[in-house]
């Protein structure tokens, strides 16, 4: 299972740490991602962390923004948003991948989720 928090109302250009609580799985077995979904539009991944070498990937519209990272005593990956945009507005999820790696390739990152928890609301006004 996992279970995000973390999300509200910021400004733009504020800052929101996330935070994704797993369990029934470790984090050095299955990658995890974030997606989000914006009102009327498909699903996007943002950020993944491998379970193989703790590496971490970004959609091009997150780079230098977002960090993804996990503690494993804790069973919880975290995304923390910086230079927040109304743009980034969505419901944000995390999951956990098929693989241990990431799906990164041409500059893009792909989701292959296995399961996935309820999100929560980011909101980024102007």
């Known amino acids: 299972q996992l279970q995000a928090s973390g999300g509200g109302s910021v400004q733009v250009g504020g800052s929101l740490r996330l935070s994704c609580v797993t369990s029934?799985?470790?984090?050095?077995?299955?990658?995890v991602t974030w997606f989000r979904q914006a009102p009327g539009k498909e699903r996007e991944s943002v950020s993944c962390?491998?379970?193989?070498?703790?590496?971490?990937y970004y959609q091009d519209s997150v780079k230098g923004r977002f960090t993804t990272f996990a503690d494993g005593a804790r069973n919880t990956v975290y995304l923390q948003m910086r230079s927040l945009r109304p743009e980034d507005t969505a419901i944000y999820h995390c999951?956990?991948?098929?693989?241990?790696?990431?799906?990164?390739?041409?500059?893009?990152?792909?989701?292959?989720?296995?399961?996935w928890g309820q999100g929560t609301l980011v909101t980024v006004s102007s």
């Open positions: 029934g799985f470790t984090l050095d077995s299955y990658a």
């Open positions: 962390i491998s379970a193989r070498d703790g590496s971490s």
């Open positions: 999951a956990r991948e098929h693989y241990r790696d990431c799906t990164y390739y041409g500059g893009n990152l792909y989701g292959r989720w296995a399961e």
